[in-house]
C-alpha cells in the first residue's frame, strides 16, 4: 500500500455566496504525479493554495505530510516546494541571486549551480529575471521550488502561456524528477501534458471532481476505444456496404470505432476476405483531451 | 512564525540590489538631492550682497537733491542701480531689456514739492512679487528720506539685514526644506510597491522562504532610513562644502535632526503603506502617492517660507505634519534651539509609532497582502 502523503476529505470553500470548491476529496501517495485538470474556474487553485496553506478552507479535512496546513504551515512548508501560478519575483535580480536567497533563507545544503543545472538554466546565472523569456522564467520557478529538496512538489499550471517548445522543455525538466521520490502535484488545462506526465488524474468541474484514475484507466472506462480511419475507391466502398459494417463517414474518409486490437484484426481479415483494398489507413486512440471534451461537453479552454 | 534577522538581512541585500540596478531609484537616492542643492545653492546659494534686485533709475529733475536720493537707495543695498540717461526712453528701455523694476524721477519733481505734491513713476513686473513689493517699500522711503532732507532731520537710510546675524546665505534656510523634501518622499517607498508585489504575487513567493509580512517590513523600514539618510548627507555636505551653508552641527543638534527625519520617515512611509493597502493597482497607488505629496510638499514650507503665503493657507499648513518636521529641523539646523524642539519631538514621535502601528496591523492581518 503506497504511502499517503495529502489527504482531501469532503473540502469546501466559499467567497460569499459563490461555493468555488464543493465537497472534494482523493488521496495523493508518496512518489507519484498527481494532475488536476479542469477548465479556468473549476476551483483547482484555489484547491492547491488551501493545501500549500496559503487560503483557509470552510469546512473539511486537509492532512499533508500528517499535519493540518492551517495550523502547521511553519513546519509543512519546509517540506514543500510551490511553483505558482504565473509565477514572478523581483525583477532586477538574476537567476544566481534569487537562487541563492532562497538556498540561504531556507538554510538548504543545495548549491545555486546545482540547482539551475537541475533546470538547464546554468547558462543564464548573470541574466535578470527580467530578460528571461517565459520558458526560463518557469524552470527558474521550478528550480526555486526545489530548492529546500522537497518531499511534495505542487506545480500550479506550469506551461500557460508557454510557446511549444518552452512547454516542452518544462515537461524535460519535470519528467527528470521522475522516480525522484518526490510527490508532484501538477494543476493544468492542457490534457496532452497531464496525459504525458501523470500517473494518476482526477477532473474538476465547477467545484467537484468528476474522474479520478490513471490516464489510461479513464480513457478505457470513458472512451471509444480505438478508431479506424481509412478511405475507399468507389467499388470497394460498395463492397464495404454489403458487409454492413457500422460506420461514420467524415468527408472522404470512413470511422469504424474499433473497442479492442482483436476487432481490429477481425476487421483487416474480413477486408482482405471481401477483395477490399483500403486506401490512407489509420488507427487512433481516444486522448485524454478527447474523454475531457466528450464529459465536459465543451473545450478545454486554451489560452 | 518567529521573526528571523537573518532572513531580514537576506531580503534587504536582495531589494537593495533590485533598488540600485532600477532607473527610478538610484536617481532620487543620489542623483536627485545632488541636483536639488547645487540647483538651489546656484540659485541662493551666495551672499545677501550679491542678491541684489537690478534696479533701473531715470533722473529727469534737473536739481542736485534728487541724485542724493539715486545714493541713498544705492546704500540700502537692496538694489543694484543701473542709471539711464535722461534722453532714453524708458518704457522701451525696459521693453528691449526684460527689466523687472525701474523708477522714474520726473523733471518736475523738486518744483513741484515746494506745492506739496510729489509724483514718483515705479515700473514693476507684477509677476515679479519681490520687484512689486521693494517698489512699494522704495517709494515710501524716498517720500520719507526727502522730506526729512527738506526739513533738517536726520536722512533715513532703508538697511536690509537677516534675521540672525550668522545668516547670510538663502540656502541656509533651504536646507531643513529639503530635508523635510526627502522625508515626505517616505510615502514613494511602498506604495507603489505593495500593489505591484500584490498583483505579481511576489508576496506569496517570498512566503515559500519563510519570510513572514512583518520580515519584509522591518527590511524595507531599514532600508529607506539607510536610503533617506544618504540622501540628507549629500544634500547636507554639498549644502555645507560647496556652498558653505550656515548649519548648526553639534553632537546635540545632529543626533536630534537624525530622530526627527527617522519619526517623519516612518509616519510617511506608513502613510504610503495604507494608501498601497487600500489601492489595488498601480496606477491607483501612483494617483493617491501624488494627492498625498504635492499639497504638502508646497504648503508644508519646503520650497516656500510659510510666512510667505495668503493667510489661509498658513492656516491650512498648521494641519499638515511635515510642517512641523521641517519647523523642528529649522530649529535644530539654523538655530541650535534644543529646547523648542522637545515637546514637538514627543508628538511626532506618537504620531510616526500611532501610523506605523497601524499600517503594519493591517498589512500583516490581511489575509492575502
Known sequence: MPETVIKISDLRKSYGNFEAVKGISFEIFRGEIFSILGHNGAGKTTTLEIIEGQRNRTSGNVEILGLDPETGRTEIIKHLGILPQDFNFLELINCGEAIDFYIKAMGAKDTVDGILNR???????????????????????????????????????????LDPVARRSVWKVIEKLRGSGKSIVLTTHYLEEAQRLADRVCIM???????????????????RGSVLRLSLDKPDMEAFLRLEIPYRRTGDYVEIDVPSMEQFFLLIDTFKAA???????????DTLEDIFIELMGGIADEP | MQTNPKRIFLYLKLDAKSFMRGKTGPFFLIVFPIMLILLFGSIFGSSAASSKTPLV?????PGNVTWDIVNNINQTGLFSVDIIAPNVNISTYIARNSIDSALQIPANFSANFANGVISLTYYSNPSNQIAAALGQTLSNEIAQSYNSNLTGSKNVLLVSKPVLEKFTKTIDYYIPGFIGFTILSGVFALIYQVPNYRQKKI??????VGLTKSEWLAASVIFFTISTFISDIILVGIGYSVFGANISLTVQSVLLSAL?????MISFLAIGLLAGLLTKEE??????????????LFLSGVFFPISDMPAFLQVVSEFLPLTYFIKTLDDLILFNNIQATVLPIIIMAVLAVFLFVVASFIATKKERI
Open chain 2, 283 to 296: 496606477n491607483s497607488a501612483s494617483l493617491i502617492g501624488n494627492v498625498i505629496f504635492y499639497p504638502l
Open chain 1, 275 to 285: 477483395s477490399i483494398t483500403v486506401n490512407n489507413l489509420t488507427l487512433t486512440r
Open chain 2, 203 to 208: 508576496f506569496r513567493q517570498l512566503s515559500f
Open chain 1, 119 to 161: 533546470v538547464d538554466l546554468l547558462d543564464k546565472k548573470r541574466s535578470l529575471i527580467k530578460d528571461l523569456s517565459g520558458g526560463e522564467k518557469h524552470k527558474l520557478g521550478l528550480g526555486l521550488a526545489l530548492v529546500n529538496d522537497p518531499e511534495i512538489l505542487f506545480l500550479d499550471e506550469p506551461t500557460t502561456g
Open chain 2, 260 to 264: 526627527v527625519i527617522f519619526l517623519g
Open chain 2, 57 to 61: 533709475v531715470q533722473n529727469l529733475d
Open chain 1, 205 to 223: 468541474d465547477r467545484g467537484r471532481i468528476t474522474i479520478t484514475g490513471t490516464p489510461d484507466e479513464i480513457i478505457q472506462k470513458y472512451g
